[in-house]
């Protein structure tokens, strides 16, 4: 059974650019739904990781598995990726940030550009490989297990992510988001284990306990 990782912070953290209201619906609702329906998909099955799940799914063709699974994932690594308070990237991603995209004004613009230009549900995500940098969108529940590097930021881009505050303003959620809310000191640690082969960010172990 995989379990639903908290919030590491309190729901009302993220305020203004999420409202308590938004983050409860969003973890308590719609995160929590992705994880229920895996677990119910798995039907007690011994699986192994949620990364595991999630790349045998798809690669078999298991649709609603590897969407829910996959969301079950997102979610977990979105709610890490932000942190109250406005932070910026130093040391060596701040170094790869600018021989990559020519600095940090340039990446935040690609980054709302292409999560802005997204068409319907979606991820977008600041990705590396070999130490470069790209930004690349996911559609649905599709997932940075899929595309070829590690993540190191995203934001998810469903209106349920952003609607109840910030309405059709995709844009301005995500120069908010950007601005206000990207976890600096997570995205430096998943470079740092990119770069050193290590494995990064990982979903909480399943436990060995039918629920
Ligand atoms: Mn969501």
Request: aromatic fraction near 10%; include cysteine; charged fraction near 20%.
């Amino acid at each position: 059974m995989f379990s639903l990782p908290d919030l590491p912070y309190r729901y009302d953290a993220l305020q203004p650019v999420l409202s308590e209201t938004t983050m409860r619906t969003h973890h308590d609702k719609h995160h929590a739904r992705y994880v229920n329906v895996t677990n119910e998909i798995l039907g007690g099955e011994q699986a192994g990781s949620l990364e595991d799940v999630v790349r045998r799914a798809r690669a078999e063709g298991q649709k609603k598995l590897a969407d829910n699974a996959g969301q079950a994932w997102n979610h977990a690594l979105f709610w890490e990726a932000m942190s109250p308070g406005a932070e910026t990237p130093q040391g060596d991603l701040l170094a790869a940030i600018e021989a990559s995209f020519s600095g940090l004004d340039a990446l935040k613009a690609k980054f709302v550009a292409e999560g802005n230009g997204h068409f319907g549900s979606g991820w977008v995500w600041l990705i590396t490989k070999d130490g470069k940098l790209s930004v690349e969108t996911t559609h649905d529940g599709a997932t940075a297990l899929e595309l070829d590097g590690a993540p190191l930021l995203v934001c998810d881009l469903w209106e349920h992510a952003y609607y109840l505050d910030h309405k059709n303003d995709r844009e301005g959620f995500l120069k908010a988001w950007w601005g206000q809310l990207a976890n600096w000191r997570f995205a430096e640690a998943q470079f740092a284990a990119a770069r050193s082969g290590g494995k990064g960010w990982a979903y909480p172990a399943p436990s060995q306990k039918a629920a």
